[in-house]
Structure formats: structure tokens, C-alpha cells
């Protein structure tokens, strides 16, 4: 992205701050070397010896691999901050919005929530999400005044309950991965076809590595639902269930 010349930036950080393209260097999100600007000159920061004409990686910064493409034009594999977003809303429906909206508010989130989920950190993300949606499915008065009293984002529900909050949760991450063309498999089949488009190639890899954050979520809750002491309990109804997009 060019940076405007007026601006209160030195010669030598807007140079730092836009990346060299390949072949001169190659990036990762996983490494240590980055450029960084001192008084005039831009320097090159590595986090280890090199030999001579060994390749040099650039860190590219915290940024998800839909941000990679845009901004450098390529998908990082191995990128720990690689993400999917979950929205979930508390129904404004709900004769006790105002009590939930308190209480999500009171462990540090919001009635509209976005959670997000990191690449190798699917489990821990599903688990993050759990107490909020619990909270959703809440009816009952005096459920709702033991869930006030409580502390922290604990929110006990009936065995019935559990079973409907991950039933949506897997149709939510069943009906995300439906929504895309192709499946993983015919994903990994393009991608061994050497004569692949390059720009066709790279937004294969995105897309690719979407389904498997959403697979690994769907996994993660699907296990829930097994570890449940009695499968054959039906879900409870939910007039003012989440909203999950």
C-alpha cells in the first residue's frame, strides 16, 4: 500500500513498513527477522545467525490469513494467528434480556459477541462460547436468579439443555461448512494439481484452512455431545435461543 509522502512518517520507516516482495524476501507468521526503522536507516532484524545466500524469512506480523492475501498475496499454512469469527446474540425477545445483558456484561462480554477462533485452538474456543450460549437458553425465574447470584461465566443448565446448546452449535459449524463450493477433500485435489491457477491456488489454501478450523470446531463439539451421560435425552425447546451467524 503506498503511504502518502506528507505524512509525519520518516523516509525510513514508510520503507520498513512496506514489505519487499518475493523474490527478495519471503514471509512467514511464525518467525523472529523483521525490518524495523533506527533514526535513518531501515535495519534488518534476524532472530538467528544466517550462512551466506541462505534465504532470509520476515515475520508479517499477527495477522490472519484472509489479511495475508489481501495485503501480501499469500496464505500462510502454519499461521497461529489464522482465524474464523463466531457471532453469537442474546435474543432481544427474551422477557430477560436485561438480567442476561447484565451478566454478560459483568464477565466481559456483550449481548452481540463476537468470539474468535485461532488456528490449533478450535477445543478451547468451543469451551470459550459454551457459558454465553448456556446463558441464552435459560427460561426458568429461578434458574435465572441462582445464574445472578453466581460467579464467573458459570452457567449450570439441565441435561436437556446441554444437549440443545451443542445440537445448534454443530448445526451452526454443519451448516457453515455446507455453505462453501467444495469440500476438504476436493480442496486438497486442486491444490495437487501443479498447473492450478496461482491466484486460483491461493484462494484454495484460504478457504481450505477455514473448513478446517470449522471441521475441528464441529469435531470438538461433536465430542461434547458423546460425552454426555445419556445420548438418548432430547433437546430442549428454546423460545429465546442465541443467534449464531
Avoid at 536507516?41 to 489481501?70: F, M, T
Avoid at 485452538?121 to 427460561?139: H, I, N, T, W
Avoid at 476436493?186 to 491461493?202: F, G, M, Q, T
Amino acid at each position: 500500500m503506498p503511504l502518502n509522502i506528507n505524512q509525519n512518517v520518516s523516509l525510513a520507516r514508510r520503507f520498513a513498513l512496506v514489505p519487499l516482495g518475493p523474490p527478495l524476501l519471503a514471509y512467514k507468521s511464525n518467525c523472529k527477522a523483521m525490518l524495523t526503522a533506527v533514526d535513518d536507516s531501515v535495519q534488518l532484524v534476524v532472530d538467528r545467525p544466517y550462512k551466506p545466500d541462505e534465504p532470509i524469512v520476515i515475520w508479517c506480523g499477527p495477522q490472519p490469513n484472509s489479511r495475508l492475501l489481501i495485503n501480501y498475496g499469500f496464505v500462510d499454512e502454519d499461521n497461529p494467528y489464522d482465524r474464523i469469527s463466531v457471532e453469537a446474540s442474546l435474543s432481544t425477545e427474551d422477557p430477560q434480556y436485561q438480567d442476561k445483558r447484565m451478566i454478560v456484561q459483568r464477565n466481559g462480554k456483550l449481548t452481540v459477541q463476537v468470539f474468535q477462533v485461532y488456528a490449533g485452538k478450535e477445543k478451547e474456543a468451543v469451551f470459550d462460547m459454551l457459558p454465553y450460549l448456556r446463558l441464552g437458553y435459560v427460561s426458568d425465574a429461578s434458574e435465572m436468579q441462582s445464574v445472578i447470584s453466581s460467579q464467573g461465566p458459570i452457567c449450570l443448565v439441565s441435561p436437556c439443555m446441554e444437549r440443545a446448546v451443542l445440537d445448534q452449535l454443530s448445526r451452526y459449524f454443519s451448516s457453515r461448512l455446507s455453505g462453501y463450493p467444495t469440500t476438504l477433500l476436493e480442496d486438497e485435489a486442486l491444490l495437487a494439481d501443479s498447473n492450478l491457477d496461482p491466484r486460483k491456488r491461493v484462494a484454495t489454501q484460504l478457504v481450505k484452512l477455514e473448513k478446517k478450523m470449522l471441521t475441528a470446531c464441529l469435531e470438538a463439539t461433536v465430542e461434547l455431545i458423546n460425552q454426555l451421560p445419556d445420548l438418548t435425552i432430547s433437546p430442549c425447546p428454546a423460545p429465546y435461543a442465541p443467534t449464531l451467524k
